[in-house]
């Protein structure tokens, strides 16, 4: 899968999505429910707010000092006996994992859950290779026997299912025959899975956290699928994102818990799993062979620019769960695999805006986004400097809308224009107006009088209430 | 106390009331109103829809309508928010960068100034009803305003409070949002009012004039029998 989802149009999939009833039920109440756990998790500390500040210091220190520590990084994996690969583009990353492949003769890999992964489309190039790709996240597993159904959010990518729908999905596709309570269904994946481990050739997994000083890296899981597939193959190939270091064990510890408290309001997941290298003569288990393979991908262009802050993110989607756009719309609207406020800011970055150009325009800016972040990324500033860069660099505008704007500017600009403008405007919206309400409004009014009346502009004015009051009027 | 008075456009061409309301209030807790004729807009609508350059002369013009004002007062919190923003929008420039910060150092929300300069908790004002309340978004969030309106709601006499469900949650208005989204935005306001519904109360109350459009202008169009107010008119019954 890459990281463009949809071939519609940006307004057909938000109309799909508001249709889905469904969906919006689903993602409303797993807002709420979530929301209320993050809150009890954040304030329990007691002080969040330093905490949120200490994870900004920590990730804006690692991105000010990428290339030393990224250096470090790899030559750790090195010493420990590990394969490093940067890749500057999702190509090539594709084509060193193709080569390993070759070189194992590998059939059958396991995968944990990685969005990174999905950015770069590695699953249809593996399978295009012949090979057969096993999700093994529960949520990713669903998607992955529907079709390829795409992830709808970050941490929980099958968010826009019910258990119903999971239940008939299993049924159709892996002969399933029991109900649809969770514990029935999670224990028949279970058991498809467990043998998927024991005969896969490769396991490939994501990268919360890589740490420098060691050379280690992290999986934050609550199923304990990451364990597995980097305890069971022999050989095994961790994904990363070029920004997702800390430079010690200290700062790690910071982050993860910012993310499991942020992502689903709790002190720590089940399993939080580091490794370091491929196995050692008395490791017991561990693959025989690792690469770590860190992805660019258009990220150094990020770097040093005015976007640079949301490579702060630590994919928790506090964001997500907060945003009221995505509430409504779910998260295939947004086209992209990074879905909410923090994929408006970064699918642009990562794809372009030809193909993410309304994005950063779906949210009301309203902060909810900025307030929750844990590392303090300023989500509805970066949104509105999208907005600045579509007008001013990129020309992708509307022209209507900039006659609109500039005309607009120039009013708000000169007090005369404006002047003569509200004076004239009771006269001028007549037509339109029934009572003190406008309820079929001309040109750009249109689109918000087919939702909710206009208020007809006053006959006088609050400045001449004010000027008449001041003469000694009533 | 000189209060210079910044009404907002929506309040001079929309919702005058509100402006009389603002001013009477204050009056009534000893304040001297003036009102610069200079003022227009603080340019929110181009600003956020990414026009910056374009809105650069309407910013320019408020700073200096404003700059010699002791206090700058506005019935918007959103408003005074995008004052607080120039010192941003400004940043390295030589000239504008310092007149915008202090222009940013004195200007206050309505109920912020009331609370926190006046040092007013109590206004003295009476209304009788069931009334609940939407937090707007910059005043709460980019301003960090959240007690002062609570506070001076708690005091007004008669008033019966309920609060609102998921009143974190925007309103759907996000300014050209609420026309370039419409779609997305009918969604949100409609699980506003809702929301509104479901307090029982018959009156929402709130501190922007434009919240307060969007809101009321869902409310009128579905045909409940709420009725919308701004927190300045409900301080200033008595």
Redesign the interface.
């Known amino acids: 899968m890459a990281m463009k989802i949809s071939t519609d149009q940006f307004?057909e999939r938000?109309?799909k999505g508001?249709h889905d009833d469904f969906m919006r039920g689903a993602v409303a109440g797993a807002q709420d429910g979530m929301g209320v756990k993050r809150r009890l998790a954040t304030e329990e500390l007691g002080n969040w707010e330093d905490w949120r500040s200490h994870g900004e210091e920590i990730r804006q220190h690692v991105l000010e000092n990428l290339d030393y520590y990224l250096e470090q990084l790899s030559e750790n994996v090195a010493k420990r006996g590990g394969h490093v690969f940067f890749a500057q583009t999702k190509e090539e990353a594709n084509e060193y994992i193709r080569s390993i492949v070759k070189k194992k003769e590998a059939k059958k890999i396991v995968k944990s859950k990685s969005m990174v992964t999905e950015e770069i489309s590695l699953n249809s190039m593996l399978e295009q290779e012949g090979c057969e790709v096993i999700e093994t996240d529960l949520g990713e597993y669903i998607l992955q026997i529907d079709d390829h159904d795409p992830p709808s959010h970050i941490v929980v990518p099958a968010l826009h299912k019910n258990k119903e729908q999971i239940r008939d999905v299993f049924t159709e596709r892996l002969g399933y025959t029991k109900t649809s309570k969770p514990e029935e269904l999670a224990w028949h994946a279970r058991e498809m899975l467990r043998k998927e481990y024991l005969s896969a050739d490769i396991g490939i997994t994501g990268c919360n956290f890589a740490v420098a000083e060691t050379g280690s890296f992290s999986l934050v899981t609550n199923e304990g699928n990451a364990d597995l597939v980097t305890a069971l193959p022999k050989t095994q190939i961790t994904v990363m994102g070029m920004e997702r270091l800390v430079p010690t064990f200290e700062e790690m510890e910071v982050l993860v818990s910012l993310l499991t408290r942020s992502a689903v309001g709790q002190k720590l997941t089940s399993y939080i799993t580091v490794l370091t290298g491929p196995r050692e003569a008395l490791d017991v288990d561990g693959p025989e062979e690792f690469h770590l393979v860190i992805v660019d991908n258009g990220r150094s262009k990020i770097l040093g620019g005015e976007f640079q802050s949301v490579l702060q993110c630590i994919r928790c989607a506090a964001c997500i769960n907060v945003c009221?756009?995505y509430?409504?719309?779910g998260g295939h609207s947004y086209g992209s695999i990074y879905s909410g406020p923090i994929g408006a800011v970064l699918s642009p970055l990562l794809g372009g805006y030809d193909e993410f150009k309304e994005l950063p325009?779906?949210?009301?800016?309203?902060?909810?986004c900025?307030?929750v972040c844990p590392v303090k990324i300023p989500l509805h500033n970066l949104l509105?400097k999208?907005?600045?860069?579509?007008?001013?660099k990129e020309g992708k505008?509307p022209i209507s809308?900039?006659l609109l704007?500039?005309a607009?500017?120039?009013?708000?600009?000169?007090?005369i224009m404006?002047n003569i403008g509200?004076k004239l405007?009771p006269a001028a919206m007549n037509p339109f107006t029934v009572g003190e309400?406008i309820?079929k409004g001309p040109g750009?009014?249109k689109?918000?009088t087919?939702?909710?009346?206009?208020?007809?502009?006053?006959k006088?004015?609050?400045?001449d209430?004010?000027?008449n009051?001041e003469k000694g009027g009533k | 106390m000189k209060v210079t008075l910044f009404a907002t456009c929506i309040v001079d061409m929309f919702q005058s009331n509100v402006g009389k309301a603002t001013v009477e209030l204050l009056e009534r807790l000893g304040c001297e109103i003036d009102f610069p004729e200079s003022q227009v807009c603080c340019g929110q609508p181009s600003y956020n829809s990414g026009y910056v350059k374009e809105t650069k002369e309407a910013m320019k013009r408020m700073i200096d309508t404003f700059i010699d004002a002791e206090y700058v007062v506005s019935p918007s919190g959103s408003c005074i928010t995008m004052f607080h923003e120039y010192p941003h929008i400004f940043k390295g420039d030589p000239v504008w960068e310092p007149k915008a910060k202090k222009l940013a150092e004195k200007s206050f929300e309505l109920t912020q100034f009331i609370v926190d300069v006046l040092k007013i908790e109590d206004v003295g004002a009476r209304f009788e009803g069931n009334v609940t309340y939407h937090t707007s978004c910059h005043m709460t969030r980019l301003l960090g305003v959240k007690k002062a309106p609570m506070i001076l709601l708690s005091n007004v006499k008669g008033l019966k409070f309920t609060e609102l469900p998921g009143k974190e949650q925007c309103c759907g208005f996000g300014g050209t949002f609420a026309v370039k989204m419409a779609q997305i935005s009918e969604q949100m306001v409609d699980e506003k009012v809702r929301h509104v519904e479901e307090t029982g109360a018959e009156y929402l109350i709130g501190a922007d004039a434009a919240c307060l459009m969007n809101i009321g202008g869902r409310i009128d169009r579905v045909g409940k029998p709420i009725k919308v107010m701004h927190i300045a008119e409900v301080l200033n019954s008595h």
């Open positions: 307004k938000v109309s508001i009221p756009v509430r409504h719309v325009y779906a949210s009301t800016l309203c902060g909810a900025t307030e509105h999208h907005r600045e860069v579509i007008v001013e505008a809308e900039k704007m500039k607009f500017g120039l009013g708000a600009a000169s007090p404006y509200s405007a309400k309820s750009p009014l689109a918000w087919d939702i909710r009346d206009f208020p007809a502009p006053n006088e004015r609050f400045r209430w004010f000027k009051r």
